[in-house]
Structures are given as structure tokens and as C-alpha cells.
T-cell receptor, first 113, second 112 residues
């Protein structure tokens, strides 16, 4: 597996609080992604990055922001968490633009009460 | 925007039988179609992929076929084994972008 670690792995928080999930990679991959996984919806793209400080929105970006200040770290922030954001969040990285394997982190389970 | 539909959502087969999972995509400019396997509690991992200039690709017991005209692609697993039980996701990537859009997943159960 590629060296991709997510933190925290589990978090329980209350509605209205800010939450930041961190993805750290040691593979020097250019592309990084945040997906959320929910039953019946599969993996939905939240935001992605195609380089340091270069990010763009995915399918379900409302309520989320991201930052990438260095190659190895991609942060996902929920400014004010809602119960609809309870989910499992996966970070992924890729070496190639759109024709290569994605390497996933272990996932972060977030519960918003 | 790009959409990927995947069917069926659940599939049960007897050990040794074949399993087929089908996906359709909406953007004719999509040019790369990977399949990922996710075991319970684990991360998704790539099992096979196909590019738009190829019609079929095989790797031991798994194969993927692509029909660009109909905009659909399928995963075929032969001689299924209990360890094939997992959730399988298809995906498509948009040419000229860095996005990978996933299907909703198929839960495959191989019954011993």
C-alpha cells in the first residue's frame, strides 16, 4: 500500500463544531482526493487537488473546504458540522492525471450528533 | 455532469459460479475505467482497469469489457471463491480532468 495515513481515524462531534481531517502521504503523488462513503451512494468526490495550492470542487462540496500547502498534506475542513456529514471519509492519491490507480487511506469515521 | 450507474446493488452467487457487474457512464469523453474491491472495514483497492482504446482485459479469474458505443463496461469474475465476497466499485475518469467518478457499489456474496 502507498504511504497514506488519515487522522483522526474516528471522531464524534456535535452539530455546529468545526472539524478538520488530515491526509498525509509519503509517496510524492501529485493528485489528492477526498471522498465520502455512504450506504447506497458509493464513493462521492468532495474536493480534489492537482498540486500544491491547486484545488477544485467535486460532486458534493457544499459545507466542505480543503487546503494543500505542501505536497504531502491535504486537509478537509467542515466549518460547521451537520448530521448529514456523518460518514466515512477516504483520502486518495494518484500519480497520474486521470488514467492511473488511486491509492486510498484507511478512512476516517466521523459521527456528528 | 458525469454520472456512473452500477448494477446490481447486491449479488449472491454459489461458489464456483460466475458473477457479472455492469456499469454505464454518461460522458462519452471518459477514457479510463477502473474497478475497485473493498473488503469489509478496509480501504478500496484497484483490481483491474481498462482504457478506452481497449475492448477487453483479463487478469486470471477477472476480466473487464468495454463497449464505448453503448457507454457501458462490465466486470466478470469466474470460478468465484468465498474471498471474492466484498463490495465492488466501478469508476470512470473524465478526459482532460483529474476527476474519478464512482458508481454506487455492488455487494457480492459468494455462498459456500
Amino acid at each position: 500500500d502507498a504511504g497514506i495515513t488519515q487522522s483522526p481515524r474516528h471522531k464524534v462531534t456535535e452539530t455546529g463544531t468545526p472539524v478538520t481531517l488530515r491526509c498525509h502521504q509519503t509517496e510524492n503523488h501529485r493528485y489528492m482526493y477526498w471522498y465520502r462513503q455512504d450506504p447506497g451512494h458509493g464513493l462521492r468526490l468532495i474536493h480534489y487537488s492537482y498540486g500544491v495550492k491547486d484545488t477544485d470542487k467535486g460532486e458534493v462540496s457544499d459545507g466542505y473546504s480543503v487546503s494543500r500547502s505542501k505536497t504531502e498534506d491535504f486537509l478537509l475542513t467542515l466549518e460547521s458540522a451537520t448530521s448529514s456529514q456523518t460518514s466515512v471519509y477516504f483520502c486518495a492519491t494518484g500519480k497520474e492525471s486521470n488514467t492511473g490507480e488511486l491509492f486510498f487511506g484507511e478512512g476516517s469515521r466521523l459521527t456528528v450528533l | 455532469g458525469e454520472n456512473v450507474e452500477q448494477h446490481p446493488s447486491t449479488l449472491s452467487v454459489q461458489e464456483g459460479d460466475s458473477a457479472v457487474i455492469k456499469c454505464t457512464y454518461s460522458d462519452s469523453a471518459s477514457n479510463y475505467f477502473p474497478w475497485y474491491k473493498q473488503e469489509l472495514g478496509k480501504r478500496p483497492q484497484l483490481i483491474i482497469d481498462i482504457r478506452s482504446n481497449v475492448g477487453e482485459k483479463k487478469d486470471q479469474r477477472i476480466a473487464v469489457t468495454l463497449n464505448k458505443t453503448a457507454k457501458h463496461f462490465s466486470l466478470h469474475i469466474t470460478e468465484t471463491q468465498p474471498e471474492d465476497s466484498a463490495v465492488y466499485f466501478c469508476a470512470a475518469s473524465l478526459a482532460g480532468t483529474y476527476k474519478y467518478i464512482f458508481g454506487t457499489g455492488t455487494r457480492l456474496k459468494v455462498l459456500a
